[in-house]
């Protein structure tokens, strides 16, 4: 009998299929081809990009020069203008607003043939380091009340470029998935005046059935009501509301763990195509007691059919109790 | 500028590009591949179904048998069970029931090589009615919430067969999105004693940006806040809450505008899959003054990546004042 099983943060309902459970080789995976070509993200062709916006250059050396590790800069094809106001407006019923915010890409490694998961453990965490930076910058702007931070891994998972980045888009709004999360932490508090995620936390720590690694800082499980298969979060254990608030000691512990994370699901998934989301609080309210800032990881293996984002109703073939048991066996390549 | 624009039921926000908006060339459109092979469901192969629950036979006939011109039959490999009761229960915090519910397939033709779009209207309107009867026989079973109607047309859209089908889910549960909408249209009817579908409906008759078509009683517009470039609503233009309660002569009606904007569609985009969702009121409040019945039509013309579901947040290069211009202009084939 399959499972309807409710998330308890946003109250969403997926059905679980239980029966003929869906392993790893069961997926027809849609492969990342790499097509080569002329990279504008490689170190030497800086000229190339938008004027970058942070550098890491552990030698020194100047802007949009090589020799940096890290590099931010503006998206080429942004979603959002940087410049002027909202002229927030009413047009008969319905409502709108220019689109204002910044729109800012992540390069990840000056080397194009290296991703995330490859990286040394010191890279990824210099990686965090500018998605940290990016975020406190682009919160000092009073137009802006969320900074959304990405990954689109791969052709299938919605990258445009193949050379491994992250993107970054700050919002004149707070987008409606973020809300519901943020509103439904909030409800748990307002009951219990303890933050759901460690409560979660708890649970998931003592039942051990989801749980894929577990270190000091950080937990990365199969969560309870997926809507994907092998989707997979990584939380911090200590309470903390927003990524950007972390002491620096989380960055190293959260380099290691999504290292780990990306290794077993390359060795279990045959290096998939993913997306990659951290979800943290609202800029207005980024220190709080309810919201508990956590990244969300989602394998591509499924075609997602347009109805299951006009009703919000998933189908997810893999109960999160096998494919925690899956990525906990996986040997990590790296 | 890229516009922000607010969907005023959900109060979801997408940004809109107007700046270098999309063309219908511009979309890198996975084609259709049809593979053939044998098909269950094609008429003289009814035994290779499961039996059938429902069938039209203008000429008579004994079930599971051919002479049909609709046919109903469960779902081979249905993500819920038909038998049991729901047997709600908590795992610590989480929450979950049995996945009891129906899982229907509504054959749409008897012919393997003919679409929705080009059966005849009378036809189309068959395959209307046998919607309606599933539901209305579904609603009986008191353990179900919500009975939703969807169509994943072609490989890129989520469809596994290629003959020509919808699906029916009926669950216990309303799924999440739904209820956003349902709960949205109750607060604007709570502050103004009138349905903000009927009211879209008025605002978009009189400015005609966004109308593709208008016939007497079903309007088809491009919505104002859309999600996916050239997603359209079919709305009915008397206000009727649920899809199930509309008069015989409506589904009629029903029949030429969904044929209307099929053939536009495939005209000006190239005959793309697309999926097709039935939004309705749930079982238990399926008579009401707030929610309005209507269809959402989704080309798939781009690659939605993960973080979109997760944040609720999309990117839309094509505003639907556009959209609306191109289907409008496009001649219908059939």
Redesign the interface.
């Known amino acids: 009998?399959?499972?309807?099983?409710?998330d308890?943060i946003?109250?969403?309902?997926v059905?679980?299929?239980?029966d003929?459970a869906k392993r790893p080789d069961d997926f027809l995976r849609e492969r990342i081809v790499r097509k080569g070509g002329f990279c504008p993200f490689c170190t030497g062709h800086e000229e190339r990009t938008p004027h970058e916006i942070l550098a890491y250059r552990p030698n020194g050396g100047s802007a949009n020069s090589p020799g940096w590790t890290v590099r931010v800069v503006p998206n080429k094809?942004p979603?959002?203008?940087i410049e002027?106001d909202l002229a927030r407006r009413g047009?008969?019923?319905?409502?709108?607003?220019?689109?204002?915010g910044a729109h800012e890409v992540i390069i990840e490694t000056p080397d194009h043939d290296v991703d995330l998961a490859s990286l040394p453990d010191k890279r990824v965490e210099d990686v965090l380091w500018a998605f940290r930076d990016r975020i406190l910058d682009l919160k000092k702007d009073k137009r802006f009340r969320y900074v959304?931070i990405?990954k689109?891994h791969g052709g299938?998972?919605?990258a445009s470029m193949e050379h491994s980045h992250s993107q970054l888009?700050a919002?004149?709004?707070v987008?409606?998935?973020?809300r519901?999360e943020v509103d439904g932490s909030k409800v748990y508090y307002g009951q219990k005046e303890r933050c759901?995620y460690c409560?979660?936390i708890r649970?998931e720590v003592q039942?051990e059935v989801r749980v894929i690694a577990d270190s000091d800082s950080f937990l990365t499980v199969a969560p309870?009501?997926p809507?994907?298969p092998f989707e997979t979060w990584i939380l911090p254990k200590q309470h903390e509301s927003a990524f950007e608030n972390s002491s620096s000691a989380l960055y190293e512990g959260l380099a290691r763990a999504l290292k780990n994370i990306l290794g077993r699901i390359n060795q279990a998934l045959e290096s998939p195509a993913?997306?990659l989301?951290i979800?943290t609080s609202p800029v207005m309210e980024s220190t709080n007691d309810y919201y508990h800032w956590h990244i969300?990881l989602?394998p591509?293996l499924t075609?997602?059919?347009?109805?299951?984002?006009?009703?919000?109703?998933y189908?997810n073939p893999t109960p999160p109790e096998e494919a925690a048991a899956v990525l906990r066996d996986s040997i990590i390549s790296s």
Not at 305 to 313: L, N, P, S
């Open positions: 009998m399959p499972e309807l099983r409710k308890p946003t109250g969403r309902w059905i679980i299929s239980t003929r094809f979603a959002l203008g002027g047009d008969g019923l319905f409502d709108k607003m220019n689109g204002v959304l990405f689109n299938p998972a919605g888009i919002l004149p709004i987008p409606i998935r973020v519901e759901i409560d979660i649970q039942s309870y009501a809507r994907f993913y997306n989301v979800h969300e989602m591509k075609k997602v059919a347009g109805f299951e984002w006009g009703t919000g109703f189908l």
